[in-house]
């Protein structure tokens, strides 16, 4: 061995030790002029150390760590400070260099930090009977209300948690599904917690006028997104449709990039009239067009727009799920301050026995991401919480190109807080829906397994996605945990010994 480069690996690494706690502790000291909850102060430090750490480019370092067998610095999330600390140990053993007091984390600390985020996860989705450490988040159809079978069915194939999204149906609904999941708790002896969605300040086309037979639009064509809830078509334009929010139409500039329907129709602003903005179709994501329907989603990527993260709709289905749910989610989080409202309401409809009420954080926007630090602290801070990753609106935000980068990048700051988080949008969604899944699909569900929930949304066949995704939650925990490969042994290996 090189002595004089393990000295050297070790001075850099005690350097970067010496750096993270410093920097580590002032953001947390910062952070913490809102009290933190005493309950998440271990794991609000990590995440503080692992954002000092993360400022770092350590490409070089790693690379030099490698060959001598001690490169966990790819892997120190769930304990940041331990794990800068045994590698500073090991080093100066190595190098017979004095390292000082830093001692090696003990068994007992490094236990506690792992452990961490599986009693988080636990107090958010209930004791997991399945056989595996992934929960499943199914949303609720309508029929759940009336058809006790079908949610039954739903708990028996390994559902852990219920999602009634707060868009649709009406609390008289809603009671009659709650009813039915805690009437299949008591029969089949699962746990099924219910997550209850509130809706938020969703933009969303809301009526169409159109001189079309059929409502498609094709490259090329021209239509109009007004902010008036009467609407006439400018000439030569033939569809126009308004929105749920009409307030972001005075955002909207010449040459903004507008996607509707979950990024299917993309368009550019080409000038203002009738109050409201003539868009251009860029592309579509069928080559004969995209037909407009109404109550889909309108996103208008790297615009800076303010709007409540509670509408009043949301406060009224607030005052149901405050007495209701096992957790709430919260649509379109984009900073601290949203948390500070969110809190603000519930601690005006809480009872004193539900003040630790979990709450989940939707995060489906660049800004979102941007401040998923302080978010984490603020939220986490307060209450039990975990974050969505919704990867529909998210990917319409950020690009398709960067989703992958974002959701690496969301999984592992989650992981060093400690926070559980959900994997959405889209997972075997051809299963559920006609019975028949894609190869992507069940790499899909792979990938998803790093988090620590993945959600599912409804179909005419969603008893099998349940099972189908259990089942490869199962098999694929014993391979790998996060990022760290679990080294089962492999049936290949085993079979290249036979003779």
């Known amino acids: 061995m090189d002595m004089k480069e393990g000295r050297a690996l070790l001075e850099k690494v005690m350097e970067v030790r010496k750096t993270v706690i410093e920097e580590g502790d002032r953001l947390y000291a910062r ?70 007091n830093i001692d090696y984390r003990s ?26 450490n992934e929960r499943i988040l199914v949303t609720m159809p309508a029929a759940a209300g009336s058809d006790y079978g079908l949610v039954q069915s739903l708990i028996m194939s390994g559902m852990n948690m219920a999602r009634i999204n707060c868009a649709h149906d009406d609390s008289e609904v809603w ?11 008591k029969k089949t002896g699962h746990t099924c917690r219910v997550l ?7 933009i969303r086309t809301k009526t169409l006028l159109t001189t079309k037979r059929n409502p498609k639009v094709r490259e090329g064509e021209r239509f109009l997104i007004s902010g008036r809830t009467s609407m006439t078509l400018p000439k030569g334009i033939e569809l126009a449709v308004n929105t749920s929010v009409p307030e972001v139409i005075g ?13 299917h129709i993309e368009a550019e602003v ?37 709007l409540d993260v509670l509408t009043e709709q949301d406060l009224k289905d607030l005052d149901f799920a405050a007495g209701h749910a096992d957790a709430i989610a919260f649509s379109f989080i984009k900073d601290k301050n949203d948390i500070d409202h969110i809190e603000a309401a519930l601690r005006d409809r809480l009872t004193d026995d539900r003040r630790d009420l979990p709450a989940i ?30 990867r529909g609106d998210l990917a319409v935000e950020t690009g398709y190109e960067r989703l992958s980068e974002v959701q690496e990048e969301l999984l592992w700051i989650c992981e060093a807080a400690h926070v ?29 397994s790093r988090a620590e929930c993945i959600m599912l949304n409804k179909g005419d066949y969603i008893v099998d996605g349940v099972e189908v995704v259990s089942d490869i939650l199962k098999k694929f925990e014993v391979h790998q945990y996060k990022k760290t490969a679990m080294l089962r042994s492999l049936s290949i290996a085993e079979d290249a010994f036979e003779e």
């Open 196 to 202: 209850m969605d509130i809706s938020g300040p969703k």
């Open 420 to 448: 559980p988080v959900i994997w959405a949008t889209q997972v075997v969604e051809s299963l559920v829906k006609t019975g028949i899944p894609t190869r992507s699909e069940i790499s899909d569900v792979v990938a998803g």
């Open 31 to 100: 952070w913490n002029r809102t009290p933190v909850r005493e309950a998440y102060e271990n794991s609000a430090q990590n995440l503080a150390y692992y954002m000092a750490f993360r400022k770092m480019d350590l490409r070089e370092l790693q690379e030099r760590l490698i060959p001598w067998g001690v490169s966990s610095l790819g892997r120190l999330e769930a304990d940041v400070p331990g794990t800068l600390n045994a590698l500073v140990k090991t080093l100066g053993s190595i190098t017979g260099e004095d390292v000082g």
């Open 270 to 306: 080409t000038e203002t009239a009738d109050g409201g903005v003539i868009c251009e179709v860029v592309r579509t994501v069928k080559e004969n067009g995209v037909r407009v329907k109404t109550e889909k989603g309108i996103n208008i990527p790297d615009v800076d727009y303010k």
């Open 361 to 390: 954080a939707k995060i489906e926007t660049s800004e979102g991401i941007r401040n998923l630090p302080e978010i984490i602290q603020q939220a986490a801070g307060a209450r039990p919480f975990g974050i969505m990753l919704a």
């Open 175 to 185: 009671q009659a599904m709650i009813e039915n999941i805690r009437k299949a708790e």
């Open 251 to 263: 955002k909207m500039q010449k040459g903004q990039v507008v996607k509707l329907d979950d990024g």
């Open 107 to 132: 068994q007992a600390s490094f236990r506690e930090r792992n452990e961490a985020l599986k009693n988080n996860t636990d107090e958010i989705f209930g004791e997991n009977r399945h056989d595996r």
